[in-house]
């Protein structure tokens, strides 16, 4: 009996694997627009309202797990914010109806076949359909994310004890964000040639202070081939010279960090290293919100054109003082291939229009909560006035708390969606030797 | 001016440390009371006929109060009872050299003269080593620009006083023999950034970025047109001699100087040091090919034979195998060298393997007849690291496993030649992070089969916050038991008996010599 319940199992992987469900346009205008016909609704809970100890039962139901004991605990207030309308790039939605039908699963996880731009799996996710977790990894891996290229410009790391506050370190970093393929909108698309390694991504990474620190470099290439483990290299400014990183450690602590290499961004691993599950689709508060209108901080960083980064306040400084918003989510969860990992699973709650993951639950081997991923996402069009019209989802904020550990790392970024910043020249091996002199 | 390029400045970035280095040695009490402040500073510069230019300096200056406090042991009154007291006992060869007289130029005018400007430092010199003729104390000082090609790629030059590093490999210089070495600051154990001694050269780079074939593409020409620098050895007297060479420098036996002179190059366009680099990345593999002519940076000895020397006459300073004003003449020859590195990430192994190699004409090794011989050399490192993380060990952030195995192959080998034909070191390289990286302990151990002489230096490092590090480490060391027959012994009618001068300091290699340096070592630094 077993052994026919696998072979169904088998034979409508197969099925499914196909693209039995051919997405079609209007399911592009559900995916891309969900809140053309208004934004949703959940009795008790409404823009201006704050939620903290005092009537956090009464709106458990659109909080995930780790805020609500949060919230509960005293640990932070969530101010409710309009919910607004994060339109992506209109190239990137083109490339998404171009690519209609075209895009199937492979035979096992991390094999994907035709799908060279745009939203691989616009349509709903069904939990009748055993990959439907799959699809929705993918729609992030291939997600408008930065867009075509993007630097964060600085980016402020604090090390932060949560029980005192102190804050043990600052890093501050430049990031700059490249894609290769499934480019959309800046030229050239939909792919930077020469590429003779088929990269997908590049990610470089320039420490800037403090001293003991300055001038470390990293690079990621990431392959078109999920398969494959990125090439990474280093540039130690003491060595003055550049190593070659076995990458395979993904979940070693970024420069000691609370982040795990595998947390950037809600999940910064190979598809095939997980297995995912669709756990169903509601409308909960994530932190979307507009940056202008935020308390800033003017301490941590005001440059000459008046930017100044959003502010951190809560329980030891680790939540961002911003707004929250109702979205329609998808709820999927990631438990690891590797039985040695050191989690059990992540909980993502992804964002079902921009397709970023702005909450993540982190389980020990042990299934308890551990840490708790907030990744605030600003409109494009409240930002930097560079950054109006680009259609990005703006990373704004980041917060990692280690709820057992009660430690925390804090991000405060400057992001900047322009191309200039992110020439490919910056993402060669070259380029470290030549920036670390 | 109209049609001039514009040029504007940027503001000037600063940043540098303020460090206090205090080691006890075993048994002799201060070896360093080193204290360093550096700046670095750099400075954009807009044009709009070049991109990316930057002025980048580095400023240094170090006095080390091991001289002031502890001068029994270190400086120009510390005398030795016989030469190579500090790493061996006394045998027939210390009776027929005298002890190396500490800072010879304010000991022995004689000694100084016959160095001739190489190493022969003043105690003052020891204490402030950056305030010399060469005006170290400019550590760098380079102007960087890079113009954009019509085909895309970039072209760069780069001018000034800095250091171009080539190569993969830790602790050892394989390919990073461009800059030579002051090792009088800290032996072979501080890091390189640190001790290669800068020098004026211009670079220049092309790079083509990716092609159809390779993921990135460049391709570099190095020019050292400063005047000839030999590496630094440390001069007797000061704290950190490899080798011991600086007391063998200044050494003499039947009252002749071990040293006649000292022929370091003159400035002349053809002795200046030139090199290209080719370098890439294809697939997993990166990899570098890397040609350099240039001068040995370690001293070769060449005897200064006697032809009417009577060994049938009694030994007198004027007859005696060699002549009367000096035993030997110091010389740096001139070198090609080809050689290439590799690295390779294995995705099976998760593991980065590294191999580095170059084959070298012109070097001139020591032997016993004549001081030297020239030999071509090929050296070589293979290299593999690993990071690894380990839950049982306590800590999230992964640990770096990093081994190399450094070999050495003399292509004309001869039986008097104290190095061995075939010689290895081994390293180890195990550190950890703990408390969000800012507790770090690891543990380095290099072992030389040759010498059978081996270093473990384990150390913690504790970054309390963004500007202060502490550093507590041990650096112990055992061997220095080889000896070598020295021809000299037949003089005194034993030939060919094993003692430890002058050439087993070869055969000891720079951790066996050091084998009484037994140390505990805290650094503290503030950074701003």
Redesign the interface.
Known sequence: MMFKKSLFSVAMTGVLAAPAFAATLQDVENSFYPYKNGTPKVEGVSAGMVINQSNVETVKDVLDPAMYQFVKNGDYEIKVGETTSFDLHSSYVEATKAGLGKVKLGDKPGIIEGAHAGRPFPEEPSQDDPRAGEKLAWNYKYGYNWGDSAAISPFYWK?RNMKSGKV???VKFNFHFLNYTHRTQQEPYPALT????S?FRGIYVQVL????V?NTQLLI?RFEDDL??D?A?LYL?????????????V???F????I?IEDFEGYNGRISDMNWTYKGTKHMLLPMYNHNEMELDADTHKDDEGYQVVAFGGKGGCFPNITWQLRKVYVVESDPVDPNH?ISKRQHFIDAQTFTIPRNITYDRKGDMWKSWLIGQAHPDHHLPRNKGTGVAVDDAFSMVDMQAN?CTTGQFKGQVDPKLSP??KF????LR?SG? | MAGSPTTYAADTEWAGFVENATYVRDGVGLSKFRNTGQAEFSKSIESESWDNIVVNGTLRATYDGVYDLNDDEFGKDATQPYLGSNWHGQDLSTALLTAGTPFPCENNPTLCNNLDGYMDQDEDEAKFPEFNDELDFIRELYISADRQLDSGTIFNVTLGKQQVVWGKTDLFRVLDVINPVDYSRHNIYDELEDIRIPQWMVTAEWRMGPTKVFDDSNFSLVWNFDKFRPSNLGTCGQSYRILDAGCFFTSSTLGVPIIHDVEEPDWDLGNTQFGAKWEGVYGDVTFSLNALHYRQQLPSLHFRANTAFDPTAPLSPTNAPFLSDGVFDIKFPKINLVGGAIDYYSMDMDAVWRLETVYTQGEELPRDTNGHKETDMLRYVVGFDKNMVIPSLGTGSAFLLSTQLFGEHILDHEADMPNEEDNWIGTLLFKGWYMNNRLSPQIIIAHDVAAEATVVAPSISWTPDNHWMINLGLNVKTGGDQEFPWSATALAGQPGINVTEPLSRFTNGPIGVANQEDEIQLTVRYSF
Do not use: C, I, W
Request: proline content about 8%; cysteine-free.
């Open positions: 090390y043990e370190r600052t020469p590429n003779p390694s990269l202070e403090p001293f003991d300055k290439h494959k483990r090439n290299y400014g003491f060595q003055r010279r550049v190593r070659r990183l076995s990458t395979g450690q979940t070693d602590a420069l000691g960090s609370d795990m050191p430690h490919a020249s060669t091996v070259q380029n030549a002199r």
